[in-house]
């Protein structure tokens, strides 16, 4: 059974700073996996999707990897702003479905002037 | 094009109520996903529907929750009776097709249920 796993649950930071939020999964055959950002009151928007072949995207300031072996990913904000603060959720789509993804609690993340 | 719309935005309960969770998806969309996301934890796959069928419920509770997306109108998400532990956010989201529809869902902004 996949689970996705997100550490730290919350993270605070100043203005400025280079961070990583990590995202972990027990089942190494994935098909791909995403970040999604979420805002209070607002939907999922999603940031990045890596396919199981590849090993990183970028997205201006946004850099996720992807380490399938370690059953690992990453993603990293440079250069963090107020606005960046939100929920980061994870979420791995499953090779058995077409459409189920398997999601971790979220990193939310506050980025402080 | 509109998003995906959810209705009410919030929804308050008593115990032994009906909630009714209306998802509208985007427009030439006709896969239907619901998710339900408790407090503290990630969404969690419910149902998946497509016009007038159920495709896979196996996330949904097997009691006092059903689901439907009719020919016309939006796709529902009921619950019976509800009790305190369904208070959580449900969101809704669709897609084009199913071909694989993992990476190309869209959500809507979820319904938030308090059940008092």
């Known amino acids: 059974k996949q689970e996705v796993t997100q550490i730290p649950a919350a993270l605070s930071v100043p203005e400025g700073e280079n961070l990583v939020l990590n995202c972990s999964f027990t089942d190494s055959a994935i098909y791909n996996l995403q970040w999604f950002r979420q805002d209070p009151g607002k939907g999922l928007t999603s940031l990045l999707l890596i396919q199981s072949s590849q090993r990183e995207q970028t997205s201006g300031r946004l850099n996720a990897s992807l380490d399938k072996s370690s059953g690992r990913s990453t993603l990293y904000i440079a250069a963090s702003q107020p606005g960046d603060s939100a929920t980061y959720l994870c979420a791995v789509g499953a090779v058995w479905s077409n459409y189920q993804l398997i999601w971790g609690a979220g990193t939310k993340l506050i980025i402080k002037p | ?116």
């Open chain 2, 1 to 116: 094009n509109a998003g995906v719309m959810q209705n009410p935005r919030h929804l308050v309960r008593r115990r032994g109520q009906e909630a009714r969770l209306r998802c509208s998806p985007m427009k030439g969309h006709s896969h239907v996903y619901w998710y339900r996301q408790l407090p503290e934890e990630g969404l969690k796959f419910m149902v998946y529907l497509q016009k007038e069928n159920i495709i896979d419920e196996s996330g949904m509770p097997k009691e006092r929750f059903s689901a439907e997306f009719p020919k016309e109108g939006p796709s529902i998400l009921r619950i019976q009776q509800v009790v305190r532990g369904d208070s959580a956010a449900y969101f809704c989201a669709s897609s084009l097709s199913t071909a694989r529809s993992t990476d190309t869902q869209y959500f809507g902004p979820g319904t938030r249920l308090t059940v008092l």
